[in-house]
């Protein structure tokens, strides 16, 4: 199972753990790419090694979208504004 550090995104981006199926995803995807918020996209479907993780950092669910920011701190879907604050900060 990759850890929080292979997965935690540079300074100013965030890493998104996905499904295809995910209507909230495909909504926060549309809204970073629009404000021009870098993040990396990982489908749990296509990259199923990062079930668990998703998993551990969700208390056991497997909850998408589930975004990493760079100082590997965790959230389960967040709004813009807590990405764009989040990153600010």
Wanted: proline share 8%.
């Amino acid at each position: 199972m990759p850890d929080s550090t292979q997965v935690t995104p540079e300074q100013g981006s965030v890493t998104m753990f996905t499904t295809t199926w995910c209507g909230y995803c495909t909504r926060l995807k549309g809204q970073l790419t629009r404000e021009g918020v870098p993040f990396t996209e990982i489908d749990l479907e296509a990259s199923p090694e990062h079930v668990d993780f998703v998993e551990q950092v969700n208390g056991g669910n497997r909850t998408v979208p589930t975004v990493v920011f760079p100082d590997g701190s965790a959230a389960t879907n967040p709004s813009l504004a807590e990405v764009r604050s989040r990153l600010a900060g």
